[in-house]
């Protein structure tokens, strides 16, 4: 930690093994006091994403996770892949091509030929996982984040398509649903989340929605302003990633290519929304087919 730069609590615990846990630990470690009632998420900035993946080393270790996809792909140097029910955090590596080939060595600044991007459950502020479930072990906790609680589970896996992100899945070890939980525990107990914590170049970012959402759009500018017009927020108020009734996102991100490149959709919407125009359509098609048959029958039986 520099010394220019350190809480002023920090000076109360110098020594490196501690006998008890630090009150409220994650305003050393990410500047912000955790209190139940207000709302907390996640800034991924991917434009510092190293692809280290030491965000889901965190994510396993703390939440007792075991290994998925031992081995290499053979579509990236990312041996893990995608979300799943084991891996709550996933850093995607995305190489990109430019003019003269992936490797030219005239790639725009800020990262030069790769996209990295550590995704995770994105706990909407409306979200489609909840609404699905139907014995209500999605709830939406005291910090404002969407959590699974296995005990009500019963695996019937509807809240899997309801995602529009495609990050919950029924796990075949156990049959319960499973994804991020924000570090629910770690939150109860003051302390941030392993995946921020863990992160070297603070790519990921934990605090209160609403500053995170100010020091977001900061960092757009400040990116604008050096030369990459391309960067921006996905998933904030008013911007991509927040469409179709979503709101908000509390896991949010800045990108600087299209969300597809990222396996982000454009423009997610809540299934729910689509529930009364499906259902309208349905009606008029039985009603159509209806009148249709009824015509068909009068004129038989006008028929000698």
């Not at 889901?56 to 140097?77: R, Y």
């Not at 489609?128 to 999605?138: D, F, I, R, S």
């Not at 302390?191 to 759009?217: H, M, N, V, W, Y």
Request: glycine fraction near 10%.
């Amino acid at each position: 930690m520099n010394i220019l730069h350190m809480h002023p609590r920090a000076a109360e615990h110098h020594q490196s093994n501690l006998d008890r846990l630090i009150p409220d630990e994650s305003e050393l470690t990410a500047g912000v006091k955790i209190e139940a009632g207000r709302s907390y998420g996640f800034f991924t900035d991917t434009t510092v994403c190293i692809g280290c993946k030491a965000c889901e080393v965190a994510c396993k270790e703390w939440n007792n996770l075991p290994a998925d996809n031992l081995g290499m792909t053979g579509q990236s140097f990312d041996n893990t892949g995608a979300l799943s029910a084991n891996t709550w955090r996933h850093v995607a590596f995305v190489e990109k091509s430019g003019a003269g080939g992936i490797r030219d060595g005239v790639e725009q600044p800020f990262q030069s030929g790769w996209l990295m991007m550590s995704d995770v459950c994105k706990h909407c502020h409306h979200a489609p996982c909840m609404e699905a479930c139907p014995t209500g072990a999605l709830f939406k906790t005291e910090f404002d984040t969407v959590v699974v609680q296995q005990d009500i589970c019963n695996g019937c896996g509807y809240c899997v398509p309801a995602c529009p992100f495609g990050v919950v899945e029924v796990s075949k070890l156990d049959g319960k649903a499973h994804k991020c939980t924000l570090c629910y525990d770690r939150l109860k107990g003051g302390l941030e989340p392993a995946c921020a914590k863990s992160c070297p170049t603070d790519s990921i970012q934990f605090g209160e929605l609403s500053d995170l959402q100010e020091r977001a759009a900061r960092r757009v500018e400040d990116l604008h302003a050096r030369g990459v017009p391309s960067a921006y927020l996905y998933g904030t108020p008013g911007a991509p990633g927040a469409t179709g009734g979503m709101s908000h996102l509390n896991a949010f991100f800045l990108l600087t290519d299209r969300p597809e490149v990222y396996n982000l959709p454009s423009a997610p919407t809540r299934p729910s929304r689509r529930v009364a125009p499906s259902l309208f359509s349905g009606l008029a098609t039985v009603a159509g087919l209806t009148l249709a048959a009824a015509f068909l029958f009068a004129e038989s039986e006008r028929r000698p």
